[in-house]
């Protein structure tokens, strides 16, 4: 008999092109807490998806204290012991912690037993040494407040393994030092812990073992006397097999180009407010230059969207100042920046890049409407100049469509990528924004879009490239700079582009 | 692939009114009336007298506008409920405008009342959409609420202007006013009311507004996806206000045409048929055609068909109006429940 509490064998994923997990095995000692690393797009999420229920693994077995089982929906899970907490709170704003923890769990049909359950609660809590107020709506309550409710909820139906999701992503420092505490006391107890995260701190402060993933599999399984920082970022960012790299990767020359005498966009001390969904940027300052590709290399959540949208929306600046081409841009509405000769892509394709019921014509206009070029007497659309605009569009890009009038929504992910490049270029350009391009697309789409960065930046252009895949960033980028929590770590031009180091800034480790 | 789609939906609305004509029968037999006389008289009444036909295009003309006026806003996935009372006011503004000018000496030709009075319903009704439209875009307030409570205010306005010693009729026991003035009131041709030429107007209004500006662009790209057209710069709180100043306008003109043009007065209840009041069969009318605003026209004149046959088998055969409302009403929920099933995107 062993002494795993979850093993997952030979684990596969497929989503479309994209291979989300490949031959994973993972597996969990009783009683340890676990870490689970990996940059963006690794599979972190695929992997504990399939073990709470989310998805089915397209091959693979799962066995729970020795025992093979199917999971097919959180339900199942649940009943097999999992419980997970998830990185945004899901508890019911309106409710407090009691109604929280009991919904979903009432046995008796009609009456609600609030009392009774409420002395278990208290009980439960007490022996876990997670105290907090029961009668409070949750709405009222901090993110680490919520996040004890979240484990006493899971514990509370019977979770003997707990799956943490980046659980510290809103949590104050004192927060954290609590929630450390929380999770070696219940490890005493004998829960078992998944802890998912990308800061190397929280590793080696929190984890027993922890295991690496790389783009789909296991990179290493490090004990506690293994874990150095060292070990860590090269599992994380440098392949133990180069020529997977390579083969994975298109092969695109970054030939030499002219700088620009003067900066296309400047940011000085820049910040912006954090909110719950994002951390904010404290005080960026940088210089982007014509001919030239910087690659913004961060973990997601640590500020790269708001990078992007403070440039395009610099409305919600809250301080500092932006200049594109030498001119003070606060203030500008989108349409007004990019009149300044800037465009767009943004991170989530589907959600926030295309209109899916509208046509190819509908689509290639969005940001462009109003432009002089289409529109007669300021206020009909030249939708004949639309049309010849979106048929170049499809020619150039080589979107595979039968005309402008095809619903985009019909479209493959690389196609649908291809239209909102080519929107991005149906002017000649300054600055290129662009979050996350090549995420989910095939190796040839991959490379086609490399080809039209490196065109862009020949002809002249500045590109602001915020990826989450540090190989992609390294094969194109004239600079990297790396965020971390909203602050910008560093700068490396082409020549001191060093994976390990920029690994270890983008999870915070030492400079 | 389009072919497939539009095959779909002809067989949808088919079904749609198949079943619920079935119901209807179900119900006139469960009553003991004769069944065919009663489908007949509802559906031909409109088309065996030119009676008939006038009267369905007196009521197709203002349920256009307020179909309309819930149409727009819905595009944005706002539920504008207060098609009646911008209706309404409009009316009522108008009445008072066409009252008031000769009253204080200024008698103006037709040829400058009639366009003033137009322009008044417009303004009247876009301001008043507008209160809705603002609190949506400004505060968050979920118009459905305020466009119903505004509804109130609205009825109260008319009875405050039709009861008012000055504007009242002293021999009406009602809330009726004094005639308009002769220059301030339109005609009929052959029966069929002067306002056709300006609903048709407004239909290519419509038509043009949204296929062919940019701010129908605005309007459509929101409806598509507001997140992506937010990010490429589009003013969403802007387009609120648009499309709520657009609906209250087409009301608002709605309702000037029945006050100037088939009442010539105002008289309380002047937006209502067979009883029931014209923004809510405008909602009705919207969602049969899935709020899209090039089928507004033909929805609204077979409603109007309907509503025709219902005043007739009340009149005929004794058979309460609210039997068409429920085959309306049976009508918009097979299609929406059958789009929803056979043409919803994954």
Known sequence: ?511 | MKNKDLFRVIIIYFLSIFFAFVVISIIAVLFRYDVIKVLRTLLTTSFKTSFGFQETIKKTIPLIFTTYAFTIPFMIKFFNIGGWGQMLFGGTITAVVGLTLPKIGINLPSFIMIPLLIITGILAGGFFALIAGFLVAKFDINPIISTIMLNFVAVQFLNFIATNPIYRDPYEGHPITLPLPKSGTLGFIFGIPYSIIFAIISIIFVYFLIKKTKIGYEITAIGYNLDAAQKYGINFQKTILITFFIAGALAGLGGTFEVINIHKKLIEGFAQTSGAQYGIFGVLTSLIVAGNPIGVPIAAFLMSVLLVGADALQRTMQIPVEMVFLSQALIVLFIVTFRERFLRRK
């Not at chain 1, 649940?78 to 309106?94: A, D, E, F, R, Y």
């Not at chain 1, 707990?162 to 927060?175: A, C, G, R």
């Open chain 1, 1 to 511: 008999m062993n002494n795993f509490f979850v093993e997952l064998k030979n684990v596969k994923k497929v989503f479309g092109p994209v291979v989300a997990l490949d031959n994973v095995n993972f597996s969990i000692l009783k009683g340890e807490i676990h870490g689970l690393l990996g940059e963006n797009g690794a599979g972190k999420s695929t992997l504990m998806n399939i073990l709470y229920g989310l998805y089915t693994p397209d091959k693979g077995e799962i066995f729970i204290e020795g025992k093979k089982v199917k999971i097919n929906s959180p339900y199942d899970s649940i009943k097999l012991g999992i419980g997970m907490v998830h990185q945004i709170s899901t508890l019911v704003p309106q409710f407090n912690a009691i109604e929280n923890i009991i919904l979903g769990t009432e046995k008796d049909k009609y009456r609600l037993k609030i009392e009774e359950e409420k002395e278990k609660i208290k009980k439960l809590s007490r022996e876990l040494g997670l105290d907090f107020p029961l009668d409070i709506k949750v709405k009222d309550l901090s993110a680490g407040v919520k996040q004890k409710i979240e484990i006493v909820r899971a514990l509370f139906r019977g979770a003997k393994l707990l799956i943490l999701d980046e659980p510290t992503t809103s949590l104050v420092e004192s927060e954290f030092k609590d929630l450390l505490k929380t999770l070696k006391s219940l490890v005493n107890k004998g829960v078992t812990i998944i802890f998912i995260t990308h800061k190397m701190r929280e590793v080696l402060e929190a984890c027993d073992r922890v295991t690496i993933l790389r783009r789909g599999k296991v990179q290493g399984i490090l004990n506690r006397d293994e874990m150095t920082t060292e070990n860590i970022v090269k599992m994380m960012f440098i392949e133990k097999d180069i020529k997977v790299t390579e083969s994975a990767l298109p092969k695109v020359e970054l030939p030499e180009s002219r700088k620009s005498e003067k900066p296309v966009l400047i940011l000085k001390d820049v910040s912006t407010e954090s909110t719950e969904q994002s951390i904010g940027l404290k005080n960026i300052s940088f210089e982007i230059f014509g001919g030239e590709i910087v690659g913004v290399a961060s973990v997601s959540g640590n500020g790269e969207k708001d990078l992007a949208e403070i440039i395009i929306n610099p409305k919600k600046l809250k301080n500092g100042e932006i200049y594109i081409g030498g001119e003070k841009i606060n203030g500008l509405s989108t349409l007004e920046v990019f009149s300044k000769g800037v465009f767009y892509t943004p991170e989530d394709r589907i959600k926030e890049g295309i209109l899916p019921e509208g046509n190819l014509k509908e689509n290639i206009l969005l940001g462009h409407h109003s432009e002089e070029r289409f529109l007669n007497r300021k206020i009909f659309i030249k939708w004949n100049e639309a049309k010849s605009v979106t048929l170049d569009t499809i020619k150039k890009f080589n979107v595979y469509a039968p005309n402008e009038e095809t619903t985009i929504r019909r479209l493959s992910g690389g196609n649908i990528q291809k239209v909102i490049m080519g929107r991005a270029f149906v002017n000649s350009i300054k600055l290129l924004i662009t979050h996350n391009p090549t995420s989910g697309l095939d190796v040839s789409t991959v490379e086609f879009i490399f080809k039209k960065l490196v065109e862009t930046r020949g002809s002249g252009s500045a590109i602001l490239w915020i990826g989450e895949d540090l190989d992609e960033l390294m094969i194109l980028s004239d600079r990297i700079m790396v965020l971390y929590k909203g602050e910008l770590q560093g700068i490396f031009k082409r020549s001191e582009f060093d994976k390990y180091k920029i690994g270890l800034l983008m999870i915070g480790g030492q400079k």
